[in-house]
Nanobody
């Protein structure tokens, strides 16, 4: 399984970014997808998750109302639309794949390489 995240970059506070994560290696629609992030010196934390066909989504408290997760199973891709970005959102963002929908990091068995998001004040 390979997960390739992209779309990170430098943005000013209040701006937006859209992350993408392309998956390959096994039947994409059989798996839930999630986004996590890790800031320097901090533990990796849950950001968002989406079920196999997109019927269920979940968000971390710090991003609710600002971030939206979606997926396109025809393209084997999951997205994270990030709006109203804050400097506290600065982190490396990782996409991950799981057999079950949820927000526990231990559920996810395949991880992408991460993409850096930096929000300037």
């Amino acid at each position: 399984v390979q997960l390739q995240a992209s779309g990170g970059g430098l943005v000013q506070a209040g701006g937006s970014l859209r992350l993408s994560c392309a998956a390959s290696g096994r039947t994409y629609s059989n798996y839930a997808m999630g986004w996590f992030r890790q800031a320097p010196g901090k533990e990796r934390e849950f950001v968002a998750a989406i079920s196999r066909y997109g019927g269920s989504t979940g968000y971390g408290d710090s991003v609710k109302g600002r971030f939206t997760i979606s997926r396109d199973n025809a393209k084997n891709t999951v997205y994270l639309q990030m709006n109203s970005l804050k400097p506290a959102d600065t982190a490396v963002y990782y996409c991950a794949q799981s057999s079950t929908f949820g927000w526990d990091i231990s559920q996810y068995d395949y991880w992408g390489q991460g993409t850096q998001v930096t929000v300037s004040s």
